[in-house]
């Protein structure tokens, strides 16, 4: 990776681990304000989602994979450096958004109705009530998108990455000030039944308050690239063809990924309808629901989050001009390094997930160790899958750089078909305690078939490119991550992590000193054995570490 690469990865990678350190605070506040296995955290975690899943579905894959190409092109061709084309662009994406947003919002009642089946009149109500405060995030987060892809496009990496943290800064301000107003759930347990409008305002109104927050900032670094951007209408002549062509492919990829993603989020609503009877009936068991899978969730994703998704950003723009250029030794290289350079962050982050998953469980369960230990349950199934998130990814991102929408779409096909599948057989064959169990190892069994078919694809499209050392540097990693796992695990052990009654489930502060003490050890332990098998990439990534610390 080129040095520039390289410095706008670490830009972009430090603005994500930022955002999502203060995600985590958000989350786990908002499971001491609600709880993490109760009926108003899954209501609430469902109306919550539903926007993102919304936005996804419409119209995410057509701004992520592509606007770049298509700003780079018009800048490349035109003496504005790109400015009619991208206001054109922006103003056809402002009165979509605007009015796909209006549509869903009209329509929030038959949507609550069928993604939560089995639910009871009260909590459908309250869905109903927090899908209208949320679901206007559908619109920002488009305009988030769209002018932080234009950003990327000009080279401005930092600001897409960076903004969510003033996202989750308002998020958390809510969230304390709720706590204060009204308590904690531990302390002062809330129920449909004594549920406010003040407390609608500062968990659902505050929400969308923190996303509008987050794309309407992005304003100020587009006006500092010194384009003249304005609101244009008409849009034919400028060359939206080729990218309307590119979008029917993405649009269709979008909605069959994400029609496979709200089948088994629609299933992952299941077991809210049964909580209350499941929990008089089994005491003190708890059950696992969708609150518990959107934290293992995020978790499992931090790793591509922070690292895979930064270089990847970074590298699809080497990876398009490559292609552009027929440059298919410039593609190779950059996939290569991708994938390599993901690889090692991943399976650390794999291993520690997996090993800390009790701890790490804790964070999220508003101080009850019982949920706690659920949410760790989760986390260890659907790590698994962690370091084939990214590698999917990136594999696609080879086919969208060639504007080739149409093979990532036939790949989606195949194993959103799959997922669908699963989610039927879960909905009818599990028992609502272990749905979430299972639907957490379809998202690992997902991404790892995603890999396997990208994989076959890529080499039939680019050529052998460095599977051998690639392979080489994740086992390497691999061998490195297990022997530090079992380090830290030990380390975990000693601590009394072991043991339901140990120092790391006393309180959210004890699990998090753990982490600390845990994670430490684990990291020094996979450095010295990167080192001890011969991980010929450290070197390249600690050198500018090390020149920095030497000044």
Known sequence: MARSGAVSSAI???????????????????AVAIGSTTNLANIFEMANNL????????????????????????????????????????????????????VVVALTVPIITVMTPDWGEGQRALAVTFALFTLPQIFFYGIYTVL????????????????????????????????????????????????????????????????????IVLIWPLRRLGLDIRPKFGWRGIGLSAAARLSGWALATGIIANLAFLALARTANIPNAY????????????????????????????????????????????????????????????????????????????????????????LFSGGMPESGAVVGQVVVVIAIGAPFLTTAFLFGRIFYAQEDARTPFLVQLVTS?????????????????R???AIAACYAAQNILSTLIYHFLTVRRIGDYGLAQVLDTHVRSL???????VGGSGALYLMGGWSAEGWPWSSLLTALLTLAVCGIVTGVLYLIFLTVFRLKELPELTRPVLARLKR
Request: charged fraction near 5%; charge should be neutral; hydrophobic fraction near 55%.
């Open 51 to 102: 926007p993102n899943l919304l936005y996804v579905l419409i119209a995410a894959g057509i701004f992520n994979s592509i606007l770049v190409p298509q700003v780079i092109k018009a800048s490349k061709n035109s003496q504005d450096d790109g400015a009619d084309y991208i206001s054109r662009l922006i103003t056809l994406a402002v009165l979509a958004l605007a009015v796909v947003t209006l």
């Open 435 to 437: 749905m979430i169990f």
């Open 148 to 215: 932080g892809q234009v950003l990327n496009a000009k080279g401005a990496f930092g600001w897409f990455m960076w903004t969510p943290a003033l996202n989750n800064v308002i998020a958390i301000g809510a969230l304390l000030v709720f706590i204060q107003q009204f308590g904690s759930y531990a302390a002062n347990p809330h129920e449909l039944d004594n549920w406010s409008a003040g407390q609608t305002f500062w968990i659902a109104a505050m929400a969308t308050v923190g996303v509008a927050a987050q794309a």
């Open 417 to 433: 078909a799959l997922t669908v599948v699963a989610a039927f057989v879960i909905q009818h064959s599990v028992e609502p305690n």
């Open 275 to 362: 909580t209350e009877q499941y929990l008089q009936a089994n005491p003190p068991e708890v059950i696992a629901g969708n609150y518990a899978l959107t934290q293992s969730t995020m978790l499992y994703s931090l790793p591509h989050g922070v690292i895979g998704l930064s270089i990847a950003t970074v590298l699809f723009n080497t990876m398009a001009a490559a292609a552009a250029d027929k440059n298919t030794a410039g593609v190779n290289a950059a996939l290569s390094k991708a994938l390599r350079y993901s690889g090692i962050a991943n399976v650390f982050f794999t291993a520690c997930l997996i090993a800390f998953a009790g701890p790490l469980g804790m």
């Open 12 to 30: 972009m990678a430090s603005g994500t681990l930022v955002s999502r350190i203060l995600g985590f605070v958000k989350a786990i506040l908002l």
């Open 479 to 485: 061998a490195a991550a297990m022997v530090a796992g």
